[in-house]
């Protein structure tokens, strides 16, 4: 066996292990799900960077691109201190 192969094979069963411990699965069912779960992983992957790409041609055309991202900051840490106090919202 050549040495690479050799290390490719080991990382992949390291990683197969590691994912198993982490998500709290036998290696064999994640053995099974890997081709799953790389192609779930690279599409999520594939649209946080295709998002991602977006919002950074969005925020190059603005006017004043350090307003927006003030305003935004501020509205995400408005909705963490109302989440940490315990507001909520009506329920109909």
Not at 19 to 38: C, D, I, M
Not at 45 to 63: K, M, W
Request: hydrophobic share 65%; net charge positive; aromatic share 2%.
């Amino acid at each position: 066996m050549r040495p690479r192969l050799l290390v490719v094979l080991v990382t992949a069963v390291v990683l197969a292990a590691a994912t198993a411990w982490l998500l709290g699965l036998s290696l064999e069912r994640v053995l099974l799900l890997a081709p799953a779960l790389v192609l779930g992983t690279g599409l999520v992957l594939g649209v946080l960077i295709l998002l991602g790409r977006a919002a950074a041609e969005s925020l190059r055309s603005l006017e004043r691109p350090r307003l927006f991202l003030a305003l935004a900051a501020a509205g995400i840490a408005l909705l963490a201190i109302l989440s940490l106090i315990g507001v909520e919202l009506p329920r109909e």
